[in-house]
Structure formats: C-alpha cells, structure tokens
C-alpha cells in the first residue's frame, strides 16, 4: 500500500472517495448519535422522545469537521505508511474524537463495555456527557488523545512538543479558528523556528476555519484570503487551501491536498537528512474553510443553522416538546444512511471498518498518544558529585543555580543519545546561571547564525524563546510523548501560565484515575530569580504566588520545594527529575548565598522534608522558648541571623530552628501524601511554643497549610507585596522578614523575653541605621553583608 | 507650525537635523548617566571609581533606540500639533523615558527637587535604581506613562486601550522584538479588526528589532525581510521599514517616514469621518531595525558589545576595579558632548530644549497619560428598577447574570453619548446571559458583516475576542486613559490573565502613593459560568482559584464579592461601577436559580457585606448549636436545603444561618479595610459554637482568612478539584458540599447530635439515592431540583 516517494498523486478512484464519505458518514452519525441518543442507536424505529437524552451536553459544530480531517488522516497514512498523531485544536468536538476511536476499534479494546455491536453503540451514546460517563470534550478518556479539548490554545504547542526528538512521527495538529485568537495560539505558530528537519518529527497544522465561536464570528474567519495566505506565509509556512461545502467536491480535493503535503514534508525531511540542516523550511500547512455543524440541519424554526454559530453546540432542542425538532433530529440522522454503515448488528460493515489503519498506526492506538508507554528512565550522573564542600554551616557562599547547572549540564550530555530530555527557557539559562549546560549543548534556533551569537545551533537542546506560553506547551508535549524535560523560569512570570498548569494538572489527576494512560515524567519547574532578589527588575518582578496556584491542584499531583542551598537543591532536583505523573515546582535562588549543609546533611534533611536543624538549635531537644522555622533561601539566611543575635544578646534564650524543604510535609497527611503526622509535626514544632515563621511567599499560605495542626501559635512572615528596586536585604526589611524583624517577633512572642526592651531599642536601631546607610550608599550594611553563621 | 495634511513631507532642513541630533545625544547622555553616575552629572572633571555607583543596575540596550523614537515623535507633534502618547513596549528602557521626561521639564514639574539644573542632574541620576528613588523600568513614577515596564507583552493591548473612544488620540506604541515573541503580543496586532477610525483614535505600532533578548537572538529580528513584512501585512498593517546606524541617514529617514506615517492616518480618519465607516483600513506601522545598545561601547574585553545581546543591561561593569572600563565610559558619555547640551547651570540649552512640544503637548505631561484628571463618573441608572421581586425567599427563580444585563444594558445606554463604558468578553456575552445589552449596541468588528451574524457593527462597544489577554489588556488600556468598563469572563478561564492581574494590581498599588496620578476607575470582573455550573464542559472549565490569586496583592487594592442572587448582584455591580482604583471580582451564576432577597435586604445585606440570615435562622439571637455559612450562590442554595433538612428532622435544633457577599470582611481590619472587628465577627459566628462553611471556592482559602479569629470550629466545604460532566446537584456530591453533606456535618460536628445515627445514615441513603437516579435517568432527583425553601 505505500507509495513512493516520487509518483505523483493519483486521481482517487470514485469507489474509494465512496468509502471515504461512507467512513466519514459513520463518524458523524455516530458524532450526533452521542450528543442526542439514549436509546434506539440504530434507528430501527421511528425516534421518540424517550429515546432523547434527558439534557443534551454537547459541541456539534466543530464534529463534522474534525471527522473530514480525520477519516483523510487515515487514508494517508495507509497509503505512506505513516506514524501519525492526531491533536485536535477544537477539543469541544468530544463525540468526533470518540466516534473515530470507536471506528478504529481503539474504543471497544480500551472500554470492552463500548462493544462493536449495538448494544455498544447504545452504550457509546449514552454515556456521552452523562453522569458517570464521559466527558464532552476531548478528555484523557479519549484514546488517541495528548490534548484536552477544554481551555483553548495550546494545541500546536503540544504537537510541536510531540514532534521533537521523534523524527519519524507526524502530527497532524487541527486549530480551531476560535482558538487561533488566543495569544498562545497566536505566537505557537512560530514554533517552526525551533523544529529542526533532521532530528524532529514534522507537524502538519491545518487551520480548521468554520467561520464562528459561540456567537461571534472569528477573526481569521473574516479576514479575507489575502491576509490569511500573507500572515502564514509571514509565519514562514507554505499554506493549502480547501475550501467548500459539497462533499463531492471536497474529499478528492482534501485526498490530493493532504498527499500533496505529505511528500513535501517527506521531501523536506529527505532533503535534510541526507544533506543535513542547511535552512528552516517552509513547512506546509493546510487552510480548510468548512461550513460550521457541515451536514447538520440547514434551518430550525425559521433561522440558518448550518454554517453559523447557532450550530455551535446542540442545533436541536426541546426535543421533548417540539416534536418537528424531533423529525429534524431523525432525518438528520437518516441522512447518513445508517442501514449502509452497520450490519444487522450493529458493527461497521467490513469494508468501510478496512479505510481505517490497523494496530498502531491506528491515531487513537499511536503508542505516542499514551507517552508513558514510550518512557524510559533518564541516564542520571550521581548528584552527590557535585556537591559543594560544606564544612562548617553557613560560612562559605554558592550559587545555587550554577551549582545546578553543571548537574543539568551531565543530566543533558548522558542522554544526548537518547535524545529525550530538553530544557525550556525564556531566554534565562544563563541569566538564571544555568550555563554550564552550554558546555554540552546548544540554544536552539533554525534561523541563520551570527558570529555575535552566543551557543545558538540547529542541535541546540535549550529550548529558548521570550514565551512562557511556548515554553511550558512545547514541554507539556514533550512530556506527554514519553520523554523528559525541565522548564526554568523567572519566578513572577511564571503566573503567565498558571492556567496551563492548571489544566495539566487536572489531566494528570484524570489519567491517575485510567489504568491504561501510563505514568509519565513529571512536570519540573525551576523557579529562581525569585522575589527576594530582583535587583535589577523591582516590583513587577516580584511575586511568590505561584505556589497558592499549585496547592489548590489535587494533592497527588502537587509538590513544592524551597531548598536553601546548593546541595539541597541538588538532591531535590535528582528526586524531581526521577518521579513520576507529578507537577514538581523547584524554587531556589542563583545569586551567591551562605551555604548550610553538607552533601550527606542535605540528603538526610530533604529526605524528612523538614527537619530540626540541631547545629543551630540550642534547645539541646528540650522544650525551647520559640521555634524559629523557615523556608526558602532568603528567610534561611534571615532566620538564622536572628538566631545569632539573639543568641548573642540573650545567652539563656532556647531556640530551635527548624527548616522545611519540601512545603507539603506541613499539610496533615490526610491533605497530602507527603503531610507528617500530627505526632511527628508535634515533636518537630512543638504543641505551645511560639513559632515565627520565615517563608518565601505570601505568608498566609503557612497558615492554610497548618490550621488543623495543634500549635497555632504561629507567627508568619513572608512576602507582603512590598517591594521595589532596592538592596537585597532592605527587600526583607520592606517585608519584614529580615533579622532585625525576626529578631523583635521573638521578643514580643516570648512572653518571659518581654522585658528586654533595650534589645527592641537597638533592633529599632539596627534598622534606621539600614535605612540611612542603604539611601546614602546604594548597598547593604557591611555588617548584614558580611554576615556569617559563627556558631 | 501644524502643517496642511495635503502639503508632501519636505526634506529636513540639516540645521533641524543636527539640533535633533543633539536632543537624542541629550536622552542617551541622560540615559547613560542615570545608570552609573552618582555625582559628577556634567563630567566637569574626569570620571573617577567614587563618581560611580556601588551596585549597576539598569538596562541600556533598548534605551537609546527609545530615545530616538521620542525625539522624532517630539517633531511630528510640534508639526502636526499631534495630541499623542507614548507606549513603551521594550519598559526595561525606563533611563530614556526618564530622560526624556527630565528634558520635556514634566519631571521637574513633578517632582521638584530633580531640578532642571546641576543638583536636579546629579539627583536624578542617583535615585534612579536606587534606595529610596524610582524603579529602573518604566513604571507608574514616570511621568506620560500608563504603560509597567516589567512584564512583557501588553504594550499594544493598552495602546488600543487607550485609542478607543478617544478620536484626537495618536499612541505611539514601541513594540520590542522580545516582547513580540510572547502570546499576548502576537494576538494583540489582530487588534486592528477592533479600531473603527470614525470613533476611535490611531495607535501607530513600531517595532523595534534590535536583534537580541537578554542572552539570544529574538524571532522577528532573524525571520529576514520578506517573511517579516508578510507577517505584518497579514496581520493587515502596512509597514514601512527604517533601518540602520548612521544617525546622519537614520534621522531624515524617520522623520521622513513618521511624516508619511502620520499623513496616512490622518487621511484614514478623514475619509472614515467625513463618508463614514466602509472597511477597514490598513493602518501604517513602522518597523524599525537599530543595533542593540546603539552608540553605545563598541567592543569590551574584546567582545563585540554594541549591536549584541551583551548591550542588555550594563555593557561596562567592574569600574571599581577595572580602570579601562572607566575609561571607557567617560569617553561613551563623553561621545554625546555634553558641553554642546548643557549651559553652565546643567540646564539643557534652550535651542534643544524648544524641540519639545509644549504644556499636555508633551507626550510625558499629557492628560491621556494620567487617566484620572479626565475620569467623568459614569450615568447610572438605579439598580434598584432592576429588582427581582422577592415576596418571600428561596420560593421563584431568576437567571442572575440576566437581570443584571438588563441593568448594563441601561448603563450601556446612558453613556452612549459620552462614550466612556465598553464590556470586554471573550464571546460569552451571550452565554453569560446579558445578552440584554445587544438592545442597545452591538458586538464591534471592523471586518464584513453577513447575513448570519448576530448583533454585529463597527459602532459596537462590546468587545468580544476569544483572548482573555486581549480583554484584560484593552480594558486596563481604556481606564488607564480615564474611562470605564466590564470584563465578564468564565470563572476558570480568567486565570490565562492571572499575571496581568498582578501587574495592574501592582500599578494600582504604586499609584495609590503618587499623589499626581488621579485615580481611575476600577477593573470590574464579572466572573460566571462558574465552576459549579458547568454542565457543558466538565473539570477543565472548573477552577474557582482566581480569588486565592487575587488576595495576595494588597488589600487597598483588591475585593471580592459572592453575591448570592440577582439582587444582591445588582447591588454589588452598582457599588463596583462607581468605585475608584481597585480590582473587583464579582462571581455570580447564570443558570435559573432561587432567589432569596428583596431589594432592601439585599442592600442592607450588601451594605453590611456579612450578614445573619434571621428568616432562615430559628436560634433567635440565642447560642445556635451550629452556625450555617456560606458564600456563593451555589453554596447558599445548599445551605439552605441542608438547613430545612436538618430543622424538619430535628425539630428542636437551633441554627444560624449567616451569608457572605463580601470576602473580605471575614478577615481582620488590621488586613482589610473591610474587615470585620473581632467583636462584630464574633457576634455573628459566635466564639464556640460550630461553624459548617459552604464556600465557592477551594476551601482552604477561608480557613486562610480567618486564621486570627477566635472561633477555630470552622469547618469548610468548596471546590475540591473533582468534577466531570454530570449534573449540577451532582458537582456538589463530588464535592462533598450539596445539602446531604452538609446536613451530615452538622451531625458530625454538634456534640449533642451525634446520637442520631438513624439520621446519619438517611442522609446516607439519599446519596446513593441519589447516584442511582442520576446514572439512570441523567439529571437530578424531582426532589432536589424542585426544593424551594418552605419556612
């Protein structure tokens, strides 16, 4: 069956552009089938009220659509014998994406329940949108599927993500001309600069125009075809255009189009692999104007339905009470022919059921489509070679990141070969001091090069791109294909894609739920250049709340990390990169900082999570005066400069310092999996001393972590949306997290410490004396610098 | 001076040239200056280490391109007598809008003390990126600005913003190249399609490729020319191209090209204006191709700096320690001859300084740009006409979001005339049922209208685009100018805009300490199809979390109502509409739901913001044996259900029931203004008695407000990230928050109830109950969809 490369297309023959509409017909019967059947799935008799869906839930607009795209996928890749994905940009086509696995047999062999007959189709429709079914859009329940079909735009990412590193596979990605508004969508085209022929697979983006969102029409609906050919060939794509409403029509001109296409993807990816990278091609990619809800009912109660945006859901309503909705409805679905689609039982008859591929190469069967099946462990060096040498707490200084980097940079050079695991950056790496990966690899571009650029190759596996959008799509295609990645961040403008997390997220929570989705890597973010020192940026720069997004998200899924230092973050990172199915946020800074604890320290206190740091303590494990807890790198340094001071000031105080590494232990373990005990919080935090709390973000987020633990005698600093462009440490004055705070909140908690109002006196001091030199001087106090643990 | 449209551009006369040249030399010594110097501002002696500042931070590398836009933006409005401002997309550059500011006299004007003389020089240079002095972008400090530096992306969303309704406006709208690769940059320029030139102003867009983001290469400066100007043309602009280094070719060629620019506009708005609205044009923008730290360092260390990404941030550092460094900064600052620029006093010369338009014709002191000095409150009608008649509660049914169109319709219409109201909403105007306001406008398009469109015209002032970055960006563009507005979003989806949020919240919080910068009105959501209700969609439209983001930015800033039906709604939007300077969020349902409060009540409800719910409560001002709360509309309903449960079964308990519109009382004073005192809250939710909360949101949050209040017997019900399609009552089992539930906690949760197992257990049997019917029949039980509230 497959063709080589260098015949021309040939004419379809008619019998088979009748399979194809056949084909095509089954998948949109079986489309309104789900929206609208509880019963009688076959049309063996007239259609009654009672065969009707008591709510009808659902999107038909975009189904027809879909189908036609799909049912000519198919038929391409039985001819050129491809390896082929499907992503559908348009995922409120829920019945459309459901309908072809059911077609493909996918269906009925991941759900033996939705049977080939029709006890099964009766099944299949029922459970469409129906409680304890399935959902209406393209879900983790959709065999084929690595997209969610709910929030809109990021469709192409995820196909760019997929065709990385998987240079034999095509992903044939669908964009809706609703979501082609959104700005994710809108700059994801571009991803085409960052997809190299030789190694990468190809992406085949067909813009899906039906002219209408909800009411609305679109914007690259109406913009008349001069400006559309103008903008994607701007985008740098070679566009086809299929355009019409006539099947007839329609199927040879899509079956020549996409063959055309093909080869000049195969051509391109030829080319380049014989020769090797010599320029960024112009991909093609396909325009296909189609009247939005194509086939369904043309007119209902006097007003256009097909090809306007009263198709956009359930063009038929109130079947209960309107019976001549109720005949639309049945000739509707007449005029597919169903009697020539299905046997007497129900199942597809054989020769339309052949059209479709078989075994794996089947889109709702493509092994990529279930990544974690594809997964194989990264290669990883042993993170304690990299260890800085902490002898003594607190002394010498690190660069957390930089230290992490040439981790990163052994993690990237031993899976080189293997090619799955790529970090993504808004063009960060290095200011966020991660540049010793450039000592094995490459930013990546497929534009020319210049002699003034910096590590910019064609085999570059740093993905960068002012894009946090792009950045997190690409890896959640990455990701969801199998392999393996990091994605690097300045800390604010990570809130950029918090809604993208979310809705990875709730797709990892789902698939936990469905045996046959296997695990896959989890999604690892590194946030640094954090809050508390934004030098050079200020107060836009400034925000810690990503970490209030993240908690929200089901506890299996989440977890949060502050390491203080080099060596904890590097352990943390070794776990994050092994794991499995989770969302892993990595917050740690990358500018010089004291350095705690040594490499065998630092794995003992990440594998607790939380931990009594006894070195600083002076409660000899009795009970102390206060604890002094904290986390995050900045409130680390903090809190343990008040311990000095106090110690210093009030040789009899007992203090115990206790550091948290990873934020979820704090929750009761029946809010998360990683919550101590009450028992163990109790032995760690005590039941009734006064904790002062030193924590990166907002502070109140200790507080809706811990309200059911005994101890509320808690008292949190944190983050409280102060800021500008000033010295590090007069960030933590501004928020009161610095020493000389920390140190006066012991006071004023402390009941028998109370009296010491001298020592309040000369913090109050300390400060105005900060105050004074910082806006003389433009930098910190020697003394607060300069500072080390003495201990 | 203002020259006839008709006349051709004449060639610059070289005198006008050169004095341009010397006032672009001026902002780039002043640019330069403000990044290193701390004294010596008019290099009298040679530069010495004590002249310059301890820590470097600023960025010059988009500065002085910046500067050259300005100086020839200052021409074409001496020509033109152009009523214009100015965006600054690449805001990192906040040294050139300063300097230019200083140089127009608006920053001495200000703030005094930066005098327009040696001493003004010298503290100008010193506070910029200092403590105690301005931020180093552009931020609210910088006079003419309504645009944050920091976050890149919006820049010509607020132009649009600020060009609607606003026909004498011209926006210069600089868009850097790195900015140009984010999502909601790369949506914004369909922009366009939304600017009617009759009734709305020009924005001129100029992209400024200067090749490199901080560390590599940016998109749009490597696509190459042809590519590039595609791209533009099929966002439908036409571009004219200004390119190169030699200030001696590049300065008649942008004054050149401005002139042209500027005529062209001004022909499209007499055209528009004088025939009427016929298509849309395509508008003129400018790309605009300089090096990278233009005319700064050649060559450091041996690297190529100017025309690289090394030109960033600070091209020369070390100067302590490296004195060829210092060198070469004073023969750079040197290079632009101040002597030439400044008289004796460190005044500009005269001669340069008459370059710059005069009064609110200088683009840093125009009016537009300070959007609170041109604020005219908005004619409302009375919310009260709008009233749900409510004889008794809980009994008839409304759709919320539909009363209250009918209430914007009105608002809509009183203020056609001044033109200062518009609704943002991605599509969903319709959907979110206030499809009342298309009785008075329509949806805005410039693009053809067909036979099949709905409430479609180029005069519409709803604004619907399927980008929440587009809304947000208009909308906070159209109040930073001084107007008013909605933006009515799907709950889940407003978190795409999550970080813009946090930027305007940012502004807000600033402007609040500045007091020339007027306040301006409010950002209004309006939050529906909320979580709770999404029948349609499932989980991935289900994130109630926007609240959690927005209670982190400061208090003055922010509010959140939960108004529980369509007259406390009213109520709430009523006050919101006619607030100043804060983000309110207003969650409200669209689905037909029981209504509980006459108008009267709802404003004493509302006015209180917290209140018992006397006719639902039978503790008669008593001890209660629980407390009822609840937020929301969803969570009031089950409340209540729950309640006369609870009070049909055990005749002798005693409940009060207390409702929550407004969030934030239920914090302290000492967080929030609105804040309850303690001894308000704990008249209401007692001290001791239990308290079962049924909340709109993730649960969590609550227990984060309250942590300081005495009573900790709270126990807290809301959104725990489960859901699917399934029915409404259903959402709330999954959750654990319908009626049953609760009623269940009750039992749980009251000591003297827990005896009634026999209860317990038939509010088990309802649960399963319930789950059989729903897998049967689809939809909830008669009995839970027909409760009404029966005391």
Chains 1, 2 share one sequence.
């Not at 809108?186 to 960052?194: D, G, L, M, P, V």
């Not at 990455?478 to 604010?492: D, I, K, Q, W």
């Not at 944190?718 to 006066?744: Q, S, W």
Request: proline residues 7%.
């Amino acid at each position: 069956m497959k063709r080589a490369v260098k015949q021309q297309p040939q004419p379809v023959p008619p019998e088979e552009l009748e399979l194809l509409d056949a084909y095509w017909r089954a998948a949109n019967y079986l489309s309104v089938g789900q929206i609208y059947l509880l019963d009688n799935p076959l049309l063996r008799e007239p259609l009654t009220p009672e065969h009707i869906k008591p709510r009808l839930l659902g999107h038909w607009g975009t189904s027809p659509g879909l189908n036609f795209i799909y049912v000519h996928m198919n038929r391409l890749i039985r001819l050129y014998d491809l390896n082929a994905i499907f992503i559908t940009g348009p995922g409120h086509g829920g019945p459309a994406l459901i309908a072809n696995a059911y077609l493909e047999g996918t269906y009925s062999e991941i759900y033996p329940n939705v049977s080939q007959d029709e006890e099964g189709l009766k099944r299949l429709f029922k459970q469409f949108s129906f409680p304890g079914g399935v959902p209406s859009h393209v879900a983790p329940e959709t065999p084929g599927s690595i997209h969610e079909g709910g929030e809109l735009g990021y469709s192409l990412l995820h196909a760019y993500g997929a065709a990385f590193d998987n240079p034999d596979l095509l992903v044939c990605c669908v964009v809706g001309d609703g979501e082609a508004e959104t700005g994710s969508c809108a700059t994801s085209w571009h991803s085409n600069k960052f997809l190299n022929p030789v190694r990468d697979g190809a992406v085949l983006p067909i813009l899906h125009l039906n002219g209408y969102k909800i009411s609305g029409p679109t914007v690259l609906g109406r913009i008349g075809s001069e400006e559309l050919i103008k903008l994607f060939e701007g985008y740098g794509y070679r566009p086809y255009v299929v355009e019409g409403h006539d099947p007839q029509i329609m199927h040879p001109q899509m079956a020549t189009t996409l063959e055309n296409v093909i080869r000049e993807i195969q051509s391109i990816q030829a080319d380049a692999r014989s020769r090797g990278f010599s320029k960024r091609p112009h991909w093609p990619m396909i325009i296909l104007r189609t009247p939005k809800g194509w086939t369904g009912p043309k007119v209902v109660d006097g007003q256009q339905v097909e090809g306007t945006f009263r198709s956009h859901q359930v063009p038929l309503a109130e079947l209960h009470r309107k019976p001549e909705h109720l005949r639309l409805l049945e000739n509707w679905l007449r005029s597919y022919k169903p009697e020539e689609l299905f046997d007497k039982k129900g199942r597809i008859r054989p020769e339309i059921a052949a059209l479709a591929p078989q075994g794996e190469r089947r889109m709702s069967a493509n092994p990529h489509a279930n990544g974690g099946t594809l997964l194989r462990d990264l290669r990883m060096p042993d993170f304690r070679d990299y260890a800085v040498d902490v002898e003594k707490p607190g002394v010498q200084q690190a660069e957390s990141t930089r230290v992490l980097g040439c981790f990163l940079r052994d993690v990237m050079k031993k899976n080189l070969e293997s090619r799955n695991f790529r970090i993504m950056c808004p063009d960060e790496t290095a200011s966020n001091r991660l540049q010793a990966v450039f000592e094995v690899t490459d930013r990546m571009t497929t534009e020319p090069i210049l002699p003034t650029d910096d590590h910019l190759s064609p085999e570059g596996r740093v993905m960068e791109v002012l894009s946090e959008h792009m950045c997190q799509g690409w890896l959640e295609g990455y990701l969801l294909t199998g392999r393996h990645g990091l994605f690097a961040s300045y800390e604010a403008f990570i809130h950029i894609v918090d809604s993208m997390f979310n809705q990875h997220a709730k797709w990892l929570k789902v698939t936990r739920e469905l045996p046959w989705r296997r695990p896959i890597a989890s999604l690892n973010y590194l946030l640094t250049s954090h809050v508390w020192r934004q030098d050079h940026n200020g107060f836009t720069h400034q925000d810690p709340g990503f970490i209030d997004v993240v908690v929200n998200k089901k506890a299996e899924i989440v977890r949060v990390y502050l390491p203080p230092d080099a060596n904890t973050l590097l352990c943390v990172m070794d776990h994050c990169l092994r794991s499995r199915n989770y969302v892993n946020v990595v917050i740690a800074g990358k500018h010089p900082e004291l350095q705690w604890l040594s490499m065998n320290d630092a794995i003992k206190h990440c594998t607790a999570g939380v931990s009594i740091w006894e070195w600083a303590s002076n409660d000899q494990g009795g009970q102390p005066d206060v604890v002094m807890a904290c986390a995050g790198d900045v409130p680390t340094l903090e809190t343990l400069a008040a311990v000095d001071w106090l110690r210093k000031h009030i040789p009899d105080i007992k203090i115990r310092v206790v550091n948290v590494v990873d934020l979820m232990t704090l929750q009761p373990p029946s809010l998360h999996p990683h919550g101590l005990s009450d028992k163990e919080y109790d032995s760690i935090f005590t039941t009734d001393c006064p904790i002062i709390f030193a924590f990166h973000g907002y502070p109140w987020l200790i507080h809706r972590l811990t309200y059911r633990r005994t101890n509320q005698r808690l008292h949190v600093r944190g983050y409280k949306e102060e800021g500008t462009i000033t010295t590090p440490f007069d960030m933590c004055v501004l928020n009161e997290l610095d020493r000389f705070h920390l140190a006066m909140d012991v006071l004023d908690r402390v009941p028998r410490l109370q009296a010491h109002a001298h020592l309040r006196q000369m913090l109050r001091d300390k400060l105005l004396e900060h105050k004074a030199y910082i806006r003389e001087y433009g930098d910190d106090l020697p003394e607060v610098k300069n500072w080390s643990w003495p201990w």
